[in-house]
């Protein structure tokens, strides 16, 4: 008895309804794991236009806006032009692309070495080292044995991937020579059954929502050959089918009455013949199909703005939420995701560039949410006005020194595009640090008249306030 009341505890149970039982119809219902072939994969991305978005959106978004590179002198134009003589972006997406739908994916970094199977030496790669980026799919690439050393850089990954070119030749690779990306990876590579290391097509866990809306709409425009439909009744219809003269005559019959109706749009009827129309309603099948098509979007996390294409539904509804945390995961993908598995990629791209490693060159992934020209301005205000606060505007002591202000300033605008052309113009112009101000420049700074009783006085110690350009 105690143990048939610590289940009872355990779990909602309603003997009554057979809720929690065995005799639950939900109790039927479990997970089952049934792979996508390459075939069906293949067959689904190129016949069907949810499949394809849903590959290639998040890989198309994730390098449309780039990045931008960030070094002292001219390190950058050298650096930009290598990416683009190797075609690096193009190179990502593709593997994105790939990696999404077959669940894995590579680019090999071609360095001209011999023995790929040996780890790559970084360090001895000079200028123009970095001869070519090929990209592989996980139907190309077998992974090897597993690194089980705790204490080595690729535990949990495979030692060695081999290459099989053309019929018979195979090639084995280290690991350290290839970018790889996953699709959707796996928890655990110890509970996968075959393709070790490699993930699961993103395409694997929405397929069902999708095969649903496909179907759905499938549906729906079968409905449209049979919105409108005609009926006679016809005496003793079905007693004179039995003659083949009768079968005859009756289709000769309605032929000819359908074509007389095409024409002129009148119908000849026998007097005792009826005739009706019905048609079907598809008032809340648009409605129906868009519920599915929503549970698509959310299976892909994709915003249906994007997804779909459509204007946002709702009152005051402008789908720049959806987009802004959506366009969030993309970022948060690139620096989890993308920058440590290209690691190695940019390291080698910097030296075959420069021909050497500078410490101070590094890259900022570019914003996906571009802001308007209302928003823009507005930012700028609120910098400038905070930047007012500080000086000491309105009769205030400055919150901190004018020149470190300035300089602060001066990168802020600099760095988020607000004053294009403001760089070049303080190496021509110089700094507020090397301007001497004058009393009037000082007194300007804190709106102040010279000559007026309210001015406070410096307290002593205390810099002279130069005039800020903000």
Do not use: C
């Not at 139907?139 to 495979?158: H, W």
């Not at 500078?358 to 400038?384: I, N, R």
Request: no cysteine; charged share 25%; net charge negative.
């Amino acid at each position: 008895m105690a143990n048939v009341i610590a289940l009872v505890r355990d779990s909602l149970t309603n003997l009554v309804s057979r809720m929690g039982t065995g005799r639950d119809k939900a109790a039927s219902s479990f997970y089952a794991f049934t792979p996508l072939s390459d075939a069906e994969l293949l067959a689904a991305y190129r016949t069907a236009w949810l499949p394809r978005k849903i590959v290639d959106i998040p890989a198309f978004d994730a390098v449309r806006a780039w990045r931008d590179w960030q070094a002292e002198g001219d390190s950058i134009e050298p650096i930009e032009a290598e990416e683009k003589r190797l075609n690096v972006r193009g190179k990502v997406f593709e593997a994105k692309v790939k990696a999404r739908l077959w669940g894995g994916a590579a680019i090999h970094i071609g360095t001209g070495d011999a023995d790929l199977a040996a780890p790559l030496e970084i360090e001895r790669i000079g200028k123009g080292g970095v001869k070519y980026l090929t990209v592989l799919s996980r139907r190309q690439l077998t992974a090897g044995e597993i690194d089980r050393d705790p204490a080595s850089e690729f535990y949990g990954q495979p030692k060695f991937y081999t290459l099989t070119a053309g019929t018979t030749a195979q090639v084995q690779i280290h690991p350290s020579r290839l970018v790889i990306f996953q699709g959707n990876t796996q928890p655990d590579v110890d509970l996968v059954e075959g393709q070790l290391s490699w993930g699961d097509s993103v395409l694997q866990s929405v397929i069902d929502a999708i095969k649903q809306a496909d179907g759905t709409a499938a549906n729906i425009a079968s409905l449209v050959f049979e919105a409108k439909i005609d009926i006679i009744k016809v005496p003793n219809f079905m007693a004179s089918l039995a003659s083949e003269d009768y079968k005859a005559k009756i289709l000769e019959r309605y032929t000819l009455a359908n074509t007389a109706k095409g024409i002129n749009g009148t119908l000849l009827l026998d007097k005792e013949e009826e005739y009706e129309q019905k048609s079907a309603s598809f008032a809340t099948l648009p409605d129906v199909l868009d519920r599915f098509l929503q549970i698509v979007s959310g299976a892909a996390d994709i915003p249906a703005t994007r997804l779909l294409g459509q204007a946002p539904a709702g009152m005051n509804a402008t789908g720049e939420s959806d987009l802004r945390n959506y366009y969030d995961r993309l970022s948060a993908m690139q620096e989890v995701e993308m920058t440590p598995a290209m690691h190695r990629l940019d390291e080698a791209l910097i030296r075959s560039a420069l021909g050497s490693r500078p410490s101070d060159v590094y890259y900022e992934w570019a914003p996906l949410w571009g802001m308007s020209e209302k928003e823009k301005a507005d930012v700028f205000k609120t910098k400038a006005d905070a930047g007012r606060t500080l000086a000491g505007g309105n009769g205030q002591w400055p919150l901190i020194p004018i020149d470190a202000l300035s300089e602060a300033l001066i990168n802020a605008f600099v760095e988020d595009g607000s004053l294009p052309g403001l760089e070049a113009a303080i190496e021509e112009f110089g700094t507020l640090a090397e301007q001497e101000p004058s009393e009037e420049d000082i007194a300007a700074a804190g709106g102040i008249n010279s000559n007026s009783p309210a001015a406070p006085s410096r307290p002593p110690g205390n810099r002279k306030v130069a005039r800020s350009s903000t």
